[in-house]
Nanobody, 119 residues
Framework: QVQLVESGGGLVQPGGSLRLSCTAS????????MTWIRQAPGQEFEWVAR????????GYQDSVKGRFTVSRDNFRNTLYLQMTELKPEDTAVYYC????????????RGQGTQVTVSS
């Protein structure tokens, strides 16, 4: 049974930083590409960043390029999202997703962690 648990969200001022973590279990993490998605109030899911199973290839939504960095530790079964230069429009619930690289199937996702960027 796929289990994904996100943590690290919170309230941060514009320009600040946060690091999100996602601990995975119930599947072979090191063999799975992973994706971070987010959902702002009243909006659809939006993919943010993705990474292949060994971390050799990453991709970013244009709106976060140069500010967010996705990484993973396959020994700890953990996915990360380092977020810097945060903007109010980054406010959303962030989810990690087990999915094929580039897939928009977000079935296997965690419960999410809230990120609020506000002064």
């Amino acid at each position: 049974q796929v289990q994904l648990v996100e943590s690290g969200g919170g309230l941060v001022q514009p320009g600040g930083s946060l690091r999100l973590s996602c601990t995975a279990s119930g599947f072979t993490f090191s063999e799975s590409s992973m994706t971070w998605i987010r959902q702002a109030p009243g909006q659809e899911f939006e993919w943010v960043a993705r990474i292949t199973h060994r971390g050799q290839v990453t991709g970013y939504q244009d709106s976060v390029k140069g500010r967010f960095t996705v990484s993973r530790d396959n020994f700890r079964n953990t996915l990360y999202l380092q977020m810097t230069e945060l903007k109010p429009e980054d406010t959303a619930v962030y989810y990690c997703v087990k999915s094929s690289y580039g897939s928009t199937d977000y079935t296997y996702r965690g419960q999410g962690t809230q990120v609020t960027v506000s002064s």
